[in-house]
């Protein structure tokens, strides 16, 4: 089984959706604090939304913002409401213009190529002054669906996508988990 395959699969299952997207070790109010975008987003685009939790949140917190939320599974997304669009898609380059992007507990299970690219797709949407904000996992792993990069790895990406880093963070939400901001 592929690990696109092992995704679909896992994440239509409704143990992964109360267990791991409900997860109480991952408390949603700081990963929601962990997100704040300084820019007054109007367009906002979540890579691997699942079912919508954060793009509903996401939604209270900018209410004038329209936003997309985009994953690899059609089976788990939700309906679209008057500002918020669910797409099925792996990858965003036919997507309009965005103020601000984030994905959250996606990268950590993305082959290094995927993020890279998903890094320099986010950064020709970016309008001017949009943020790009990315949570992962700081390391070396490289197993299977478990792909960790290094923040200097990170870094180097976004700035190779002209993008300049504005902030690194280790720990918010998860003490496992590290952010990095890029803006255009």
């Known amino acids: 089984m592929n690990e696109r ?3 679909l699969g896992i994440t239509a299952d409704p143990d992964w959706r109360r267990n791991h997207i409900n997860d109480p070790s991952i408390p949603l109010d700081e990963t929601l604090d962990a997100l704040l975008f300084t820019n007054n ?3 906002i ?3 691997g939304c699942g079912y919508g939790r954060l793009t509903a949140e996401m939604a209270q ?3 004038d913002a329209f936003i997309t939320g985009i994953d ?3 089976e788990i997304l939700p309906e679209d409401t008057a500002t918020i ?4 898609h792996d990858s965003i380059d036919s997507l309009p213009t965005q103020d601000a992007i984030y994905s959250v507990a996606v990268f950590q299970h993305l082959p290094d190529q995927q993020k890279r690219d998903y890094i320099f797709d986010a950064a020709t949407l970016l309008s001017y002054g949009g943020q790009l904000r990315i949570q992962f996992i700081d390391g070396d792993r490289d197993n299977f669906c ?3 990069v290094r923040a200097e790895q990170m870094e180097l990406w976004l700035v190779q996508a002209g993008l300049s880093v504005s902030n690194i963070d280790h720990g918010l939400a998860h003490p496992q988990w590290t952010w990095i901001t890029g803006v255009k």
């Open 45 to 47: 685009l979540e890579i």
């Open 5 to 7: 395959d092992h995704w």
């Open 61 to 63: 917190l900018y209410p």
């Open 85 to 88: 669009t669910y797409l099925c």
């Open 146 to 148: 478990d792909h960790w």
């Open 41 to 43: 987003p109007k367009a």
């Open 72 to 74: 690899i599974n059609p």
